[in-house]
């Protein structure tokens, strides 16, 4: 096994330093990826004598370093040993100090991996704690800055590949990141709301009504959804946070969501059901006043039932029987995330790996309409959110969705809307919003 070279990968997948040690602490080979310099033991170079305890060292010609970016660890032996020490049950070992600094060990069974540091700024877990070093604030701004999925999915290639049961990223995140205290305190909560529940004879809602609520989201049936909202009841809705503000900000997330999902039961495209979630809930995040939570989710529910509903009236009156094709809705996920530029049949099959002509043939089958029409609704549909929410002028919209000039995106937008791109935006432009 190349272990250089696969050091190298993570190395420049992290931006940072992977090093290999011996079980007895020994620094046998460095890697930074950074700057494409591997570093062999010093046995295989020339080795100088530390007057200090008489062993053989490295000498710093042998792991140099960038003088602009330096990890510091090499000068400060008992945070290195610190870091080699691994952890008791074979896992990996995640190790942080304050500034969110943080290194991985992984042990094998003839070596060390010590992986870092880069920056885990924002992230909070129970991992090992390390003594600051001694860096200035500048230096943190030279570190890899990553979420802690990505640098333990990244870093875990190592483990896995000198191991016979490998870990997943989830595994690791729960060891290092799920702690009792949390998992007993759930439990401790959920005894305490249900006993004040039974005390005060306080019940949720009925699922059945939610049942109504999500299904008419489904089923794109706006009328059934207005009075599955409107039903009564004297139960409560759940209690999702301590603050009146969080609480209605969490239980508008959790409703988008699930709107999110009926939509796309009810055949609204992924892609375009996910966009639309990620806009919203960033917005309820954004609000400071309670009911306005409450009430833009429930906007939500209602904008996802009309996407819904104007899916099936376009396949009114098609045979049902094998609507749902996985590749009608490949093609329409990659149609969506292709709508500011030219595309076409033959681009939209070569990266599903199919036959352009057999895709062209399906949609037709399955839609009712060509691809070519397809696409230039969706982008329609788009153009009219420009026009209504953007200040962009006719010829920035036509340039980013493809046309070849403002006035062909004119034509065709008057063919299917009735309306000029003029018309159209001086009766429904947001001005005051703006």
């Known amino acids: 096994m190349n272990i250089t070279a696969l050091m190298t990968h993570v190395s420049r997948h992290l931006h940072t330093i992977v090093r290999r040690y011996s079980k007895k602490g020994e620094l046998l080979e460095q890697v930074c990826g950074r700057r494409a310099i591997s570093k062999k033991t010093p046995s295989m170079e020339k080795e100088r004598l530390d007057p200090a305890n008489g062993r053989q060292e490295p000498s710093e010609s042998h792991f140099p370093m960038a003088k602009e970016w330096q990890d510091y660890i090499r000068q400060y032996p008992e945070i290195e040993m610190n870091l080699l020490h691994s952890d008791e049950n074979g896992r990996p070992k995640i190790s942080a100090d304050e500034n969110a600094v943080a290194y991985m060990t992984i042990s094998t069974e003839e070596s060390l991996f010590l992986i870092g540091p880069v920056s885990l700024a924002g992230e909070k877990g129970c991992w090992h704690s390390l003594p600051a070093q001694g860096y200035g604030p500048s ?60 005390e005060n004879a306080t019940k949720h809602n009925p699922y059945d009504q939610e049942i109504r609520e999500f299904s008419s989201i489904r089923n794109g049936d706006l009328e059934q959804l207005e009075r599955s909202i409107q039903e009564d009841y004297i139960g409560t809705i759940g209690t999702l946070a301590n603050t009146p503000l969080r609480n209605l900000q969490n239980l508008g997330i959790v409703l988008v969501t699930l709107a999110c999902r009926a939509a796309m039961e009810g055949g609204v ?26 009430q833009l989710a429930i906007q939500a529910e209602y904008q996802y039932a009309s996407l819904v509903q104007e899916v099936k009236q376009k396949k009114k009156g098609m045979p049902e029987k094998g609507q749902n094709d996985p590749r009608i809705a490949q093609c329409k996920d990659y149609i969506f995330t292709h709508l500011h530029g030219k595309l076409s049949t033959v681009e939209i099959a070569k990266a599903l790996s199919l036959n352009a002509n057999f895709l062209s043939n399906l949609f037709k089958k399955k839609e009712g309409i060509t691809i070519s029409e397809y696409i230039l609704g969706e982008k329609i549909k788009l153009v009219k959110n420009m026009l209504v ?27 299917i809307t009735g309306m000029t791109l003029r018309e159209y935006r001086e009766a429904f432009e947001m001005r005051e919003l703006l």
Not at 161 to 168: R, V
Not at 278 to 288: A, H, K, T
Request: charged share 20%; proline share 4%; glycine share 2%.
């Open 139 to 198: 230096w943190l701004l030279t570190l890899y800055n990553c979420n802690f999925m990505e640098f333990v999915t990244e870093a875990l290639i190592l483990h896995n590949l000198f191991h016979e049961d490998p870990l997943s990223p989830k595994e690791v995140a729960a060891y290092h990141c799920l702690t009792i205290a949390d998992q007993f305190e759930v439990q401790r909560n959920f005894t305490h709301i249900t006993f004040e529940n039974q």
């Open 269 to 294: 495209a992924p892609e375009v059901a996910y966009s639309l979630s990620d806009s919203y809930i960033q917005r309820i995040e954004e609000i400071r006043i309670p009911e306005a939570a409450r």
């Open 389 to 415: 929410y953007s200040p962009y002028s006719y010829s920035a919209i036509a340039a980013y969705f493809g046309f070849c000039s403002q006035s062909h995106l004119g034509k065709q937008f008057k063919k």
